[in-house]
């Protein structure tokens, strides 16, 4: 059975539980270091058509992730590293080092998330995310340094990020990573280099409803690697989370800007080459994105074989600056389900620009130009076995 004490972080947690409760599994421990890991394996199908018509002869079923988790702590002094395979390539998620000071704040050295937007993962209960993910701004992992500070009702998020968290093992030339960034796939466009980040979020006191309101800003270089010259980018966030009971509504409004040149190896300054998971793809340089999310968390103690479940609906999209590039959209209903080292997404996505919904077309438009257009479907469950 889950813990209590794993319910009782689940609930206070402020989006998702998956971070949560990886921690609170039954890991080893040798003295003050706790390894642990997942397993996590996944079906889909979706209304593709054509080159992908496996999915419509009742979809496909495979291992999605292979993780390690080492956790240490001792003292003020603590650290994290995590690593993941998948079919084909592999990399390194986490590895930082860091410590607590008596004022309760904490510094993190390495690569460690990105401290922007209202959570670890952005507004989203869900296993795709929202839109954020695929531009780099939530769940960004960056090699460079990081100081949370608690301040009354304020918690303040300070950064400066050296580069990204950098190409590891497959078959593309950068883009062998986890979080999206921008990437040096052609070996003479853009790479990522010192990046600031600083978060504000203040939690209202005395009212009905907790409320978390918050900002973000980035900004960043992007030092070319061929003939064109630098670039840099940035982005500006607003966000909220409310919570009432059980209820959780997340909401966030995100401009963003990468000033890149016409002569980069795409051969316009409307497009940015991004990558992570091994693949390549390109993405709108200037946008706006709005994302919500509602979830319930709901504690089910009198069914012997679930002991929570989260049920969501989520949309956020990708509002272009360039007129002949279609808006891409994302919209997500499903529930997440815990039972002890088990948790468990069913989700059923519809999109007409997301990578990993779909269509017929080659993998990297859709967040770009995304010239079909196409509302697509993906039913998917993923099932990760925590340890």
Known sequence: MLSRKLLAAAVAASLVVPGVAAAEYDSIQVGNLSIGGALRANYRIGDYDGTRSDFDKGGDFFLDTARINLDYASGPWLGKLEYRWYSGY?????GWVGYDFENESQVQVGVNRVPFGPGAYGVSQSWFFDQHYYVGLSDDMDLGVKYTLPAGDWTWDFGYYLQD????SGDTRDSARYSYDVVNESGSGYEERNQ?????IYS??????????????????????????????????????NKWDNWTLASQLTGYTFDVSADQPLGTDELVQFGAFDFPNTVAA???????????????????????VIPYAEYSAILKRESD????NLAVLGAAWGRGNWYIYSEFAFSDGNEFVGGDTAFGDRLGANE????????????GYYF
């Open 204 to 241: 209202l006191p005395n009212v009905a409803v907790d409320t978390d309101i918050g900002f973000s800003a980035q900004y960043g270089e992007l030092d070319s690697k061929g003939p064109q010259g630098d670039g840099d980018h940035y982005a500006l966030s607003l966000h909220m989370v």
């Open 196 to 200: 600031v980040n600083l978060r504000g």
């Open 90 to 94: 592999n990399m390194l998620h986490t």
């Open 165 to 168: 968290e950098g190409d590891w």
């Open 325 to 328: 590039f279609n808006d891409s």
């Open 286 to 308: 200037e946008g706006y994105i709005p994302a919500v999310s509602l979830s319930y968390f709901l504690e089910t103690p009198t069914i012997p074989w679930l002991d929570f």
């Open 372 to 383: 079909d257009d196409d509302w697509l479907t993906r039913f998917n469950i993923n099932l």
